[in-house]
């Protein structure tokens, strides 16, 4: 009892207890979510505070289970990444106080949302795998929940997650299951993820079949949650129906930080990923493949949200490739750029919320032109663009930087490495072609008359964007002296020092706003001059302005008609790549074998009854002669046979 008011403890109970309260006080609801988040959030900077004096949290002892010591716990990583999941659950909490469609059921929002801030408070604190799995288990039915709550086709999208994280939960409860007992034949406290002695001096090398087995069962599952290729397919699908904010505050964010989280602990805190090579090129494809197939699917979409949900998990890849290289520069890079993710991801998604929220319209055809009359939108979703396109100085930048250099250092002794590093590079490239045309169809061009009253969304719309855009900047401008230095080092408990050679965010930042200021000058000034109409002609006819213009959402639709490409789009778009599909037809195989293996039984045994029922009948029928005397003589018999039982059972009195 004495450890149910600790600050660990609270950091559970608290969202749980606001969950119920939101449940059963359904007026207050968004109030106690924001209380709830205020609370917990305290917690949670008290914890990251006392990780950085160096004082330390005492863990919290709970029972014994199987001879595996539980107990609630936290080290440098888990404490950053409950600061930033409180942080982000607070915005989420206040964007939608005021800012949500559906007044009579939104408690359904706060309520899953609650259960699962809770749930990823209980993974982040668990110091053994079996209280890993308790939470991790309840995120799938919290997140099932939560999914349910939009508009369209919800009830395919939570279908789909449910199936594909439940395959990836049963991997993760054998690859833990393995990892107990390897841990055991290892002589270490068994099943415990990153506590027990000489760990972290001493990750278990890649060479036992035990050992990789754990590894790539525990890696699959966490890499599912993040959101890798090609367990991703869930997530466009949601993007279709989920609110922005569900969108922004699951797969966008939280999932990232749980299953990176995960990711992090295998290959810094436990397993050393480079003593197998081949283990270590199987996850470096992965995290290539993620980053290019993902951006080319989100280049052609037409729906705003489809398409960030695809470069959502487009920049999994990038952090996958970070903490595969295993060197703590790339690890580095991928843990600050699943922090940055945070607020590039939630704020263009909040971003584009609003936009369908005042339009009522996420298909970019529809769309354009709203700059003007969404200004503190549009910047918010620009600077988003440009941090997850990787442009320098913003935070995307140094991140993806980081993740560079690690294959720059590698390809030193093994020049392979430096094709992940092209990858990388293009896949940001063309990031960035995604974007603009985003920007453009929603901000830029003309607007349609329909859109012409759209005003910019109230305060609690445009601030928590807004505040995600200037911490992309912030983190940007400041890497080395904030995130990386108060957040990134205690996380990996070592100092990152990284050779930028002679760029200098700020200085970069200066020339920029100088040229920015240039372009802006002669925009001014250039506008005195008005420029003379010329007619356009083609073929001897006459172009209309409605023929010359060019709609954003055609800028690529070219690269389908490239042959390779064509394939690829061929196959994506019909479903070949999405896992689903196959774990739907195995399982309609296996159902189909199990009906006619029961049905086949089941027929066996009536046959059964059936004959030995007519064997019976025509036994008794050769015993009834309809004779007299032969009726008398079974009279008798039975008679004969009750008086011999009669006279035994007296003898026995």
């Not at 000489?198 to 278990?204: A, D, L, P, Q, S």
């Not at 470096?284 to 398409?307: E, H, P």
């Not at 996958?320 to 993710?341: D, E, K, R």
């Amino acid at each position: 009892m004495r450890y149910l008011l600790q600050p660990m403890t609270l950091l559970v109970l608290i969202p749980l207890v606001g969950a119920l309260l939101a449940f059963l006080i359904r007026p207050a609801r968004r109030y106690i979510a924001i209380a709830a988040a205020l609370g917990t959030g305290y917690f949670a900077l008290r914890i990251f505070l006392d990780g950085l004096s160096g004082t330390g949290t005492s863990p919290i002892p709970l029972p014994e289970v199987f001879g595996i010591a539980n107990r609630l716990q936290v080290d440098g990583l888990s404490g950053v990444i409950l600061l930033l999941v409180s942080g982000f659950a607070l915005l989420i909490f206040l964007y939608s106080f005021r800012f949500r469609g559906g007044p009579r059921d939104d408690w359904k929002f706060f309520t899953f949302a609650l259960l699962t801030y809770g749930a990823a408070n209980g993974v982040l604190l668990a110091s053994s795998v079996l209280v890993l799995y308790f939470f991790w288990g309840v995120l799938l039915f919290t997140v099932y929940g939560l999914l349910f709550y939009g508009r369209g086709d919800v009830e395919m999208a939570a279908r789909k997650m449910f199936v594909l994280n439940g395959v990836a939960d049963f991997l993760l409860l054998f690859g833990l299951l393995v990892f107990i007992i390897y841990t055991k034949q290892q002589g270490v406290e068994p099943g415990q993820l990153a506590y027990f002695p000489g760990v972290r001096g001493e990750r278990f090398a890649l060479t036992d079949p035990l050992a990789i087995v754990a590894f790539v069962c525990i890696a699959a599952a966490a890499l599912t949650k993040a959101g890798a290729f090609p367990m991703h397919t869930w997530i466009p699908k949601a993007a279709e129906s989920a609110p922005a904010e569900t969108m922004a505050f699951i797969p966008a964010s939280l999932d990232k930080l749980l299953g990176i989280y995960l990711f992090v602990r295998l290959c810094y805190s436990i397993f050393e990923i480079r003593s197998n090579l081949t283990v270590q090129l199987i996850f470096l494809t992965i995290g290539a493949v993620t980053v290019l197939a993902m951006v080319f699917m989100a280049i052609v979409q037409k729906d705003v949200m489809r398409s960030l949900a695809y470069l959502t998990v487009s920049q999994v890849g990038y952090m996958i490739l970070g903490i595969a290289s295993g060197t703590i520069i790339g690890i580095a890079g991928g843990l600050f750029h699943m922090v940055n993710g945070i607020f590039y991801k939630g704020s263009f998604f909040l971003a584009a919320g609003a936009v369908r929220r005042q339009t009522g319209e996420s298909n970019l055809e529809k769309l354009g032109g709203l700059a003007r009359a969404m200004p503190v939108t549009f910047f918010s979703f620009l600077i988003a663009a440009l941090a997850i396109s990787g442009v320098p100085p913003l935070n995307g930048f140094v991140s993806k930087w980081l993740v560079y250099q690690s294959f720059v250092e590698l390809g030193r002794t093994q020049p392979f490495f430096l094709v992940f590093l092209v990858v990388g590079a293009f896949g940001s490239v063309l990031t960035l072609a995604s974007f603009l045309k985003l920007t453009h169809s929603l901000f830029l061009g003309r607007r349609p008359k329909p859109l012409e009253g759209v005003k910019e969304v109230s305060f609690t719309g445009w601030f928590p964007p807004l505040l995600m855009a200037l911490t992309c900047i912030a983190f940007g401008l400041f890497a080395f002296r904030l995130p990386l230095r108060y957040l990134v080092s205690p996380a990996l408990s070592a100092s990152v020092i990284v050779p930028l050679g002679h760029f200098s965010p700020l200085a970069f930042a200066a020339i920029m706003l100088v040229i920015l200021s240039l372009g802006f000058l002669i925009y001014v000034v250039g506008g005195s001059y008005k420029p003379r109409p010329r007619k356009v002609f083609l073929g001897a006819e006459e172009l209309t302005e409605e023929e010359m213009h060019l709609s954003g959402p055609h800028f690529y639709s070219s690269i389908k008609e490239i042959k390779i490409f064509r394939e690829f789009y061929r196959f994506a778009e019909g479903g070949s790549f999405d896992p689903f599909h196959y774990i739907e037809g195995v399982a309609g195989v296996i159902g189909k074998t199990l009906k006619r293996l029961i049905d086949d039984a089941l027929n066996a045994f009536v046959r059964f009854v059936r004959y030995f029922s007519n064997l019976a009948g025509k036994g008794f029928s050769l015993l009834h002669t309809g004779g007299l005397s032969f009726y008398l003589g079974w009279i008798l018999l039975g008679i004969l046979i009750l008086i011999l039982f009669l006279i035994r059972g007296g003898g026995g009195v």
